[in-house]
Nanobody, 118 residues
Framework: QVQLVESGGGLVQPGGSLRLSCAAS????????VSWYRQAPGKEREWVTT????????NYAASVKGRFTISRDIAKNTVYLQMNSLKPDETAVYYC???????????WGQGTQVTVSL
């Protein structure tokens, strides 16, 4: 049974940093792509970044490239999202998603709130 549990959200000032964690269980990173999405109030959920398969290749949305970094610790079964230079309009609930490669099967965590404000 796949489970994803996000943590690390909170309140941060504009320009500040946060690191989110996604603790995963029930699957192996080698056969899944793990992504972070976010959903701001009144807006659709949007893709942020993905780390894929055994090689751990990464991709980023243009809006976060150079400021956000996705990484993983295989021993801890955890994926991280380091977010730097945060902006107020990045206030959102951040979700972890795991998608089995070459499949439509995917799973979501419960989300963690990130608020960027003075």
């Amino acid at each position: 049974q796949v489970q994803l549990v996000e943590s690390g959200g909170g309140l941060v000032q504009p320009g500040g940093s946060l690191r989110l964690s996604c603790a995963a269980s029930g699957f192996t990173f080698a056969t899944y792509a793990v992504s972070w999405y976010r959903q701001a109030p009144g807006k659709e959920r949007e893709w942020v970044t993905t780390i894929t398969g055994a090689a751990g290749s990464t991709n980023y949305a243009a809006s976060v490239k150079g400021r956000f970094t996705i990484s993983r610790d295989i021993a801890k079964n955890t994926v991280y999202l380091q977010m730097n230079s945060l902006k107020p309009d990045e206030t959102a609930v951040y979700y972890c998603n795991a998608r089995r490669l070459f499949s439509a099967t995917n799973y979501w965590g419960q989300g963690t709130q990130v608020t960027v404000s003075l």
